[in-house]
């Protein structure tokens, strides 16, 4: 298969009978650790994917916006009345517009262009491929119309396009990762006031790998259950008198969960409040250029993930038990749940023996074969030429 960014490069050749006036990327991503707690005001800390999704681009007169879709086959186009307000725009269009809507909302002057959308970041993997292409063709639009939107100011407003425009609840993670994680660091992101730290990842001088599993599980229940979820955060921290859990310590947890009357909620909150010590613990260890001993921090998470917050299911939690027992340093599962990819922390010689047992396991169970893949931390949104 041909780079990705040739593939949006022939795409917008064919569509539009002249070659773009540029190419924008941004990346796929994997969080590391601190998962449900970016919409409780709490910590994350995601890596940038080598996989990307790249918007080839240039400028067309007026209010129009014209985008084809290598993976849907389709070209689409919308214009100034289509984006007045959510909902016009609906299917994988949605996602375009919505930034189209978000930017013209803040009062920048988006330019009218035509796109050409290639991507290596697959669908439905929890990867975030939705916020990989927000952020190619936010990108592009600001660098076409010489907005004036600095790249602190950029995940907000990708993100508004996918929560108000699109419809889905999501954090703000995903487009931070998107557009400000740099090459051989974590993102370690405060997502309250959206503060973040480059955190030095440097796997290779470590000799480790990070093993990406895609579980290849089908996302059961996974938008309802992700609401849910939220829900019941925002209503704990209510009924704790805090503006997010995010505000409940590790030392305060025991005295918070004797305040709240029924199991499925304490399970909730147990869950956050440990998983945003958990990335803070991690960054602590980073920062030392311990990376082998985050090991156990991963292994905690999973086990939270899947028995407080109840948000794995099978295929997940068989990749994250093979991985372990073929000697991975620890292994979670990524991702807002119900389905997804696992990282395995392992040996870099061992990398391919971990996914060997992972693939084994899935044939006893007579589950899909899972796809693996290896990755380092790569930078975040860009042009490429």
């Known amino acids: ?37 970016d919409y409780n005001d709490g910590f994350v800390l995601p890596f940038a994917l080598p996989l990307r999704t790249v918007a080839a681009a240039d400028r ?43 930017l013209r909302d803040a009062g920048h002057a988006v330019p009218g262009a035509r796109l050409a959308i290639a991507s290596d970041v697959p669908l439905g993997a929890g990867l975030s491929s939705s916020a990989a292409l927000e952020a190619a063709v936010l990108t592009a639009l600001v660098d076409l119309g010489g907005l004036d939107l600095p790249a602190a100011r950029q995940p907000r407003l990708a993100q508004r396009a996918e929560n108000a425009y699109v419809g889905a609840p999501t954090g703000i993670m995903d487009q931070s990762a998107a557009i400000r994680c740099r090459d051989g660091h974590a993102l370690f992101l405060d997502c309250r006031t959206e503060e973040v730290e480059h ?66 909620t304490r399970r909730r909150v147990r869950h956050v409040v440990t998983e945003d010590q ?15 001993e985050i090991g156990p921090l991963l292994t905690a998470s999973h086990a939270s993930m899947r028995d407080d917050f109840e948000i794995t299911v099978p295929e997940i939690d068989t990749a994250v038990e093979a991985a372990l027992a073929a000697g991975a340093l620890g292994a979670r599962m990524t991702g807002g749940g119900f389905g997804g990819c696992v990282l395995a922390l392992v040996e870099a010689d061992a990398a391919d023996a971990v996914a060997e047992a992972v693939t084994a396991a899935y044939a006893e169970r007579g589950f899909q074969t899972p796809a693996h893949v290896t990755v380092l931390p790569a930078p975040g949104a860009t042009r490429l030429n």
């Open 1 to 37: 298969m041909t780079d990705v960014a040739d593939r949006a490069t022939a795409g917008f050749q064919r569509e539009y009978g002249a070659a773009p006036a540029g190419r924008w990327a941004a990346p796929g991503r994997v969080n590391l650790i601190g998962e449900h707690t």
């Open 60 to 102: 067309q007169d007026g209010q129009r916006w014209t985008v084809w879709s290598e993976l849907s086959g389709e070209t689409i186009t919308f214009d100034a009345d289509d984006v007045a307000e959510p909902g016009r725009v609906t299917g994988w269009g949605a996602y375009v517009a919505g930034v189209v809507w978000a």
């Open 199 to 264: 955190i030095p990842f440097d796997l290779h001088a470590a000799g480790l790998a990070m093993l990406v599993v895609d579980s290849r599980a089908p996302h059961r229940h996974a938008d309802g259950e992700y609401a849910a979820r939220r829900k019941s955060c925002e209503a704990a921290a209510d009924r704790l008198g805090v503006t997010a859990l995010r505000d409940v310590g590790v030392d305060q947890l025991d005295s918070a969960l004797a305040r709240l009357d029924d199991d499925e």
């Open 278 to 292: 958990r990335v803070l613990d991690t960054v602590v260890l980073l920062r030392a250029g311990r990376v082998g």
